[in-house]
């Protein structure tokens, strides 16, 4: 079953502004992770946030955690044409080596 | 240069047939993962194994089989049972302390 879903299923917007993805999950998790996949090729790790963190940066990126809303918003500031693709929240599955991946946001940057 | 590879990326069947998809790593992982991935979904489990000789069923595995004779390689077969076997099939693994997968970049199967 797919636990993580993300929110919008697709976005456009022009270079320059941010884009923000939302991701919400059913239940406990140790981590979540997030993951960029451009047509038709593998997925590609970007940045995780552990269930005890409430923010993480990574360059462009900001990914917020709220676990008690069980959700969590992937932020990238000053778009580019090359950031368009997929982007996929996944959470773990506790005590497994198994992660759970929505069904992704198509991100469009128009130049 | 280490990584993950997949082969063919591109592979047709007939229907009624069997197919092997090849998905080898260099970057001595324990664990290794198979995923199944449909127009505008994310991923789902096939199979995954948590180190040779041995692995296990994910949320999908109904028409595949698999094996895990060495670390470095985890083949994929769809067999004729998988009654929708065309989609874009994504392998990935794991270090044993690590969180973050690393995949390679895919096979689309088709079948005629």
């Known amino acids: 079953s797919q636990q993580g879903e993300e929110d919008p299923q697709a976005l456009s917007i022009q270079e320059g502004e941010n884009a923000t993805m939302n991701c919400s999950y059913k239940t406990s998790i140790n981590n979540l992770q997030w993951y960029r996949q451009n047509s038709g090729r593998g997925l590609v790790h970007l940045i995780l946030?552990?269930?005890?963190?409430r923010e993480k940066h990574s360059g462009r990126l900001r990914v917020t955690l709220d676990t008690s809303k069980k959700s969590s918003s992937l932020l990238i500031t000053a778009s580019r044409a090359a950031d368009t693709a997929s982007y996929f929240c996944?959470?773990?599955?506790?005590?497994?080596?198994?992660?759970?991946f929505g069904k992704g946001t198509k991100l469009s940057v128009i130049p | 240069d280490g990584g993950i590879t997949q082969s063919p990326k591109y592979l047709f069947r007939k229907e009624g047939q069997n197919v092997t998809l090849s998905c080898e790593q260099n970057l001595n992982h324990d664990a290794m993962y198979w995923y199944r991935q449909d127009p505008g979904q994310g991923l789902r489990l096939i199979y995954y194994s948590q180190i040779v000789n041995d692995f296990q069923k994910g949320d999908i595995a109904e028409g595949y089989s698999v094996s895990r004779e060495k670390k470095e390689s985890f083949p994929l077969t769809v067999t004729s049972a998988q009654k929708n076997p065309t989609a874009f099939y994504l392998c990935?693994?794991?270090?044993?302390?690590?969180?973050?997968?690393?995949f390679g970049p895919g096979t689309r199967l088709t079948v005629l």
């Open positions: 996944a959470t773990d599955r506790a005590g497994s080596y198994q992660l759970t």
């Open positions: 946030i552990r269930s005890n963190e």
């Open positions: 990935a693994s794991k270090s044993a302390g690590g969180d973050e997968q690393f």
